[in-house]
């Protein structure tokens, strides 16, 4: 999948609302794991008022080691398919419904930019993956394309906000 434009701040305000709306709707609590997001699907989730009804956590596991100590992924994965993978995104996900006592987790795993990216993982590519406690996991992969840091990780933060209110649907 290739990713479209960055969401507005206004944008992904009105995104966090719906999931937040959504959830409250259906009494679901939400935990993130966020790496080249550093804490800012967590942060556009909270930064709305009341978000504590709905937002348990928010796990930024920049480092592989991180992920591994936080989360329970697995260094096999970590060294298999490394860090910026759908398996890896995966296996953050189940790894937040392993520590956290919620219904639904969002993880992104990507390469922001500037540097960093290569051939078969250039910068701009997002993996995400969203978790729900009876069994749901969905995966997308994002090439937002060498956009600038900012804007690749805005698109991402739009992209999980995205994929939780799927979940919570």
């Given at each position: 999948?290739?990713g ?18 959504a ?11 966020e ?18 009804d ?6 930024v596991t ?44 969002v ?14 993982k250039?910068v701009?590519?997002?993996?995400f ?24 990780r ?16």
């Amino acid at each position: 999948m290739t990713g479209g434009a960055a969401s507005s701040p206004e944008q992904i305000e009105a995104a966090a609302r719906r999931v937040l709306d959504a959830c409250r709707t259906r009494g679901l609590t939400v935990a993130t794991a966020e790496s080249c997001t550093g804490g800012l699907v967590a942060a556009a989730l909270t930064e709305i008022a009341g978000s504590s009804d709905v937002v348990e956590a928010g796990y930024v596991t920049y480092s592989n080691a991180a992920k591994e100590r936080l989360l329970g992924v697995p260094h096999a994965t970590l060294v298999a398919h490394g860090a910026v993978s759908r398996a890896t995104a995966e296996a953050m996900a189940r790894g937040v419904l392993a520590v956290a006592p919620v219904h639904l987790a969002v993880a992104i795993t990507g390469i922001a930019g500037p540097g960093g990216g290569s051939v078969e993982k250039p910068v701009g590519l997002v993996h995400f993956a969203a978790a729900a406690r009876d069994g749901r996991l969905i995966h997308r992969e994002c090439r937002f394309g060498d956009l600038g840091r900012a804007t690749v990780r805005r698109a991402a933060v739009a992209e999980a906000l995205a994929m939780l209110e799927e979940l919570a649907a």
